[in-house]
């Protein structure tokens, strides 16, 4: 995926409408599972796990393709270092950090395996290599309805973008990738979340304004980037007033073998 879709407005809309939304509460149980020490983030955005790992203790390189998106990142995270680099192409000697850790990112990487080497290659021998990934569509039902509900308003040329984050779902696929690539044991959890808010419209500027999905709607013609779309479509499945529904990621954690 071209870094472009995460330009202009994206970054900042990211920050403050779809990290409170459903980053945070990942953020904080994927730093949790990282042992103090010197951590190397991949594909970092707008610094949501930067932050938890800083105030865990530990020592942060943080990177991302996306000068805008750490633009962002380095405005809340000073203590940081930063650093534009390929998850798949580190520069960075072998053996260098006690943890990787990625929140959301793998799925976006144009060659996942190459970026699972990677982090094998610059971790310790005895690091970890912890990161997070969403489930399907199905088990995300905001996600699933705003769509869907593009997809209705767009038939001839549906907006494609969610299924990218929520399309890496094969478990066995993914622990054959990371044991391909010098990974021994490999632990999964599933974590479903309660992802609430004050109303279907939050949601809808959320996901059309802080993510790819609004530019590519506009781009194919629909106006607004989708919101009213969604958000009719979020209050017709969840009601009028707040709204709540389950989401669900999966975190893994793998040891070098």
């Not at 459903?22 to 042992?35: N, Q, T, W």
């Not at 000073?78 to 998850?87: R, S």
């Not at 993914?174 to 632990?187: A, R, Y």
Request: negative net charge; contains cysteine.
């Amino acid at each position: 995926m071209s870094t472009e879709t995460f330009s202009g407005s994206v970054p900042e809309n990211y920050q403050r409408h779809l990290v409170p939304l459903i980053f945070e509460d990942y953020a904080h149980d994927l730093a949790s599972r990282v042992p103090p020490g010197r951590v190397l983030e991949t594909a970092c955005g707008t610094g949501v796990l930067t932050r938890k790992l800083l105030a865990a203790g530990n020592q942060v390189i943080a990177t991302d393709l996306n000068e805008p998106m750490l633009e962002v990142a380095r405005s809340g995270s000073a203590q940081a270092e930063f650093q534009v680099a390929d998850a798949t192409d580190l520069p960075f000697p072998d053996a260098q950090f006690d943890a990787v850790a990625c929140q959301f990112g793998v799925m976006f990487f144009p060659d996942v395996c190459r970026g699972y080497q990677e982090a094998r290659r610059v971790l310790k021998p005895e690091g970890i290599f912890a990161f997070n990934i969403w489930d399907s569509l199905a088990n995300n039902p905001f996600k699933d309805v705003a769509h869907r509900a593009l997809a209705a308003a767009l038939p001839d040329d549906p907006p494609t973008f969610l299924e990218i984050p929520f399309g890496y779902t094969d478990l066995r696929l993914i622990k054959d990738q990371l044991q391909s690539s010098g990974f021994g044991e490999v632990q999964m959890s599933v974590l479903p979340r309660p992802c609430r808010a004050a109303s279907a419209r939050d949601v809808a500027i959320a996901l059309a304004n802080g993510s790819p999905v609004g530019p590519e709607a506009t781009e194919k013609g629909l106006a607004d980037g989708g919101v009213e779309v969604i958000q009719h479509a979020l209050t017709q499945a969840f009601g009028s007033g707040p709204i709540e529904a389950l989401m669900q990621a999966i975190v893994i954690v793998a040891r070098p073998a």
